[in-house]
Nanobody
Framework: QVQLVEFGGGLVQAGGSLRLSCAAS????????MGWFRQAPGKDREFVAG????????VYADSVRGRFTISRDKAKNTAYLQMNSLKADDTAVYYC???????????????????WGQGTRVTVSS
């Protein structure tokens, strides 16, 4: 089973940027999709962005489209989330997720993903 490790969280002022990384350990990732989700205190975990591993096709939540960019580096077995123009509402624990099965239905549903990282905290001060 693939293991996912996130890096890059921290404290940033509103309007600033952060880049999160998600490294998949073990063999080269051969699943279908990787995604980023977030969970703010007292709220449900929500979809942020997803990427189809083979083609690089991306999907974003409306709340982050135009500010966040998801990408992947196949050679490094790593997915990234570049977050720009951060807002206080972006404060959350961010989770990387992967689907190790080669087919998928949608990138936006938590139920599609069968591997999760431990989470990295992002705090945006206003």
């Amino acid at each position: 089973q693939v293991q996912l490790v996130e890096f890059g969280g921290g404290l940033v002022q509103a309007g600033g940027s952060l880049r999160l990384s998600c490294a998949a350990s073990g063999r080269p990732f051969s699943g279908s999709i990787m995604g980023w989700f977030r969970q703010a205190p007292g709220k449900d975990r929500e979809f942020v962005a997803g990427i189809r591993w083979s083609t690089g096709t991306t999907v974003y939540a409306d709340s982050v489209r135009g500010r966040f960019t998801i990408s992947r580096d196949k050679a490094k077995n790593t997915a990234y989330l570049q977050m720009n123009s951060l807002k206080a509402d972006d404060t959350a624990v961010y989770y990387c997720a992967a689907r190790t099965i080669i087919t998928y239905t949608t990138m936006t549903s938590l139920r599609e993903y069968n591997a999760w990282g431990q989470g990295t905290r992002v705090t945006v001060s206003s």
